[in-house]
């Protein structure tokens, strides 16, 4: 039997040979930095293109928290379309009011839309909604992430709506879509998986986009690394309460000894999207009958959460 090497070399690209950043388990490869930018910016515009997220003409409203996976995404639509003269983009980051945690990510927001020159606006909740989400949270912090889901997917149409903006792009990742899948799974909420593929609902309202759906939370934040952007931001106080954090922590499991798990739950969804939409030519939208927003039920969520809220 011959002895292990003392010191084992750092492993290789797979396509070149240079030391490797990360090892791509569900393809079976290594790559290196250079690599790796190529295979993210290729996947991200391949999924723009097949799913038309971004055509010409659009001004596209991208949901900026400052956080890790909208950094990337504004980072990686900049550098896609810098020289498309026909496709805008404008930045929106939405203050909840999370005292200790928000300013920092702010920051962050502002300072790297300044530095892309791209345009910045943010609105608050305590601007549209009369609280901070501190305040509307006392004694709920249990339901903190739904209430703000519920909050912050209206303030980001306000938002893309004061833009002027054509769509909406948000930073959801492969990780957190997968976890989508399974917690609907889990809730056995199937309607909301389909509900929830973000697709136009009757041009009423801006189609929102997920250019970053096929792309994992460890690729995002290497590519960061990679772009000397990454820096250590504080992680939501309220995440705690999270049903998705133990998804996060089974999954990220799962896909570690199965490489592949969350691209197969996508396919899942688009199987279960695929058969709904054959059997029905798609759900008819209705609108909210309190605030005429386009919903699936008689009142929407937000105007659902206003009278749980007494507001
Ligand atoms: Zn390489
Ligand atoms: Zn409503």
């Known amino acids: 039997m011959s002895p292990e090497p003392l010191c084992s070399e750092a492993p290789a690209c797979s396509l070149c040979g240079e030391p490797a950043v990360i090892h791509q388990r569900h393809a079976g490869r ?3 930095g250079i690599h790796l930018i190529a295979d993210l910016e290729h996947r991200v515009s391949g999924t723009i293109a097949s799913q038309k997220q971004i055509v010409p003409g659009d001004c596209v409203a991208v949901a ?8 990337a995404l504004l980072l990686l639509l900049h550098r896609l379309f810098k020289s498309h003269n026909d496709i805008r983009f404008v930045a929106v980051t939405v203050d909840e009011g999370i005292d200790g945690y928000r300013e920092a990510t702010i920051r962050s927001a502002e300072g790297l839309a300044r530095r892309l020159g791209v345009k910045h606006i943010t609105v608050s909740f305590r601007e549209l909604f009369g609280d901070s989400l501190d305040t509307i949270l006392k004694d709920r912090e249990t339901q903190a992430c739904s209430i703000c889901g ?5 303030a980001l149409v306000k938002g893309a709506e004061r833009a002027g ?4 792009a948000t930073g959801h990742n492969l990780d957190d879509e997968a976890q989508s899948v399974l917690m609907n799974v889990l809730r056995g909420d199937l309607m909301r998986l389909v509900r929830n593929s973000g697709a136009d609902s009757g041009g009423r309202f801006i189609p929102r986009v997920k250019p970053l759906m096929y792309v994992q939370e460890k690729e995002i934040a290497t590519y960061l690394v990679l772009q000397g952007i990454w820096s250590e931001l504080p992680e939501c106080p309220y995440a705690i309460h999270a049903l ?6 089974v999954l990220s499991g799962f896909e570690y000894r199965h490489p592949g798990t969350m691209l197969r739950l996508m396919e899942n969804k688009k199987m279960i999207e695929a058969a709904f939409l054959g059997k029905t030519g798609g759900e008819p939208v209705g609108h909210c009958r309190e605030c005429g927003d386009p919903c699936s039920g008689e009142t929407c969520q937000l105007c659902q959460l206003r009278h749980s809220l007494g507001r």
């Open 165 to 168: 903006a054509t769509k909406l």
């Open 150 to 154: 519920i909050l912050r997917k209206k």
């Open 30 to 32: 290594l790559l290196c």
């Open 244 to 249: 998705r954090r133990e998804v996060r922590s």
């Open 64 to 71: 900026l928290s400052g956080g890790k996976d909208s950094t």
